[in-house]
């Protein structure tokens, strides 16, 4: 799905603008302050309901302004669609697809897949855990729209099992009742694991190949590194079984899925440690695939 045009009033330093944007490469030019970031900053909202920038949403209203609204227009394989983004500070956004309203356009497919490339990514790599997995699991929902619940369903049954740890230490809950919360835990966590899995296999070949071409010699490798070795959902329980004095010490559960962490390498090496850094001058880059079944290229969110 190609990008044709985005509009857009009250987003940032924009009062009103639209931008038409040909086929290939669309390079955004200008002095320092002419509103550039903003510029694909907006197109990222309308795709994706949500700013690349920051999570205080309030900032990409314009000052002086009430609300900001975003539109893009795109070509598909079926024909034209269009997404629409109101935000009004202290309201829920209003989202359209193609005119109906949506809770949420990560979970529309017809819509243009986008990658975001700022400084700060880099923090993707150098960063903790927590990034790479919320990352690799942006890429399961691009991918897969109908497997983005899976995050969720573990998350609420980690939730759950955490809270009850925690009334057993304070005497107001018994073990046994974990059983219950291990077995759903690990239903969700296998299919959370086998998720991630695939999608690190869908773009490993495109990351060896892309990275070599942005110099990293030696056979560039993404490589998924999950916390746990189970399989199959029992072999989980019996896992977190095995650690159950430990979590109850802790106050929290200590393995899963919500543990794990994904490993960019050259040449055997770490690029988290080893890895050189480009300058915190580096442009903002903002890619749209053609097509959902094209891989994203190497260090890029796909959500």
Not at 24 to 30: E, I, Q
Not at 82 to 95: D, I, N, S
Not at 118 to 145: F, I, M, N, S, T
Not at 174 to 181: K, V
């Amino acid at each position: 799905m190609r990008v044709l045009a985005v509009s857009l009033r009250d987003f940032r330093c924009y009062e009103h603008a639209e931008v038409e944007i040909g086929e290939g490469l669309t390079v955004v030019s200008g002095p320092n302050g002419a509103g550039k970031t903003n510029l694909l900053e907006a197109l990222y909202f309308g795709c994706t309901g949500r700013s690349c920038r920051t999570t205080n949403e309030r900032e990409v209203v314009r000052f002086g302004a009430g609300a900001t609204r975003v539109v893009v227009r795109a070509l598909g394989e079926d024909g034209p669609h269009e997404l629409a983004v109101g935000f009004e500070p202290g309201q829920p956004k209003r989202m359209r697809a193609d005119g109906a309203p949506v809770e949420r356009l990560l979970d529309v497919s017809e819509r243009p897949l986008v990658s975001v490339f700022l400084p700060d990514r880099l923090e993707l790599v150098k960063g903790p855990p927590a990034l790479r997995r919320a990352h690799l699991d942006q890429v399961v929902a691009a991918l897969w729209p109908a497997r983005a619940g899976t995050r969720r369903a573990y998350a609420q049954s980690l939730a759950q099992r955490n809270a009850l740890i925690s009334r057993i230490r304070s005497g107001q809950g018994s073990r046994a009742s974990l059983a219950t919360w291990d077995a759903q835990l690990a239903a969700h966590g296998i299919a959370l694991m086998h998720d991630r899995a695939r999608a690190l296999d869908t773009i490993a070949e495109s990351f060896a190949r892309l990275g070599t071409a942005l110099g990293l010699t030696g056979d560039p490798e993404l490589r998924y590194r999950p916390r746990s070795r189970a399989a199959e959902p029992a072999e989980l329980v019996a896992e977190l079984a095995e650690r159950i004095d430990s979590d109850l010490d802790r106050g929290f559960t200590g393995h899963g899925p919500h543990r794990d962490d994904v490993s960019f390498s050259c040449q055997g090496r770490e690029l988290r440690v080893y890895g050189s850094q480009v300058s915190s001058g580096s442009p903002c880059w903002l890619y749209c695939w053609p097509s959902a079944r094209q891989s994203p290229p190497a260090g890029m969110s796909r959500p």
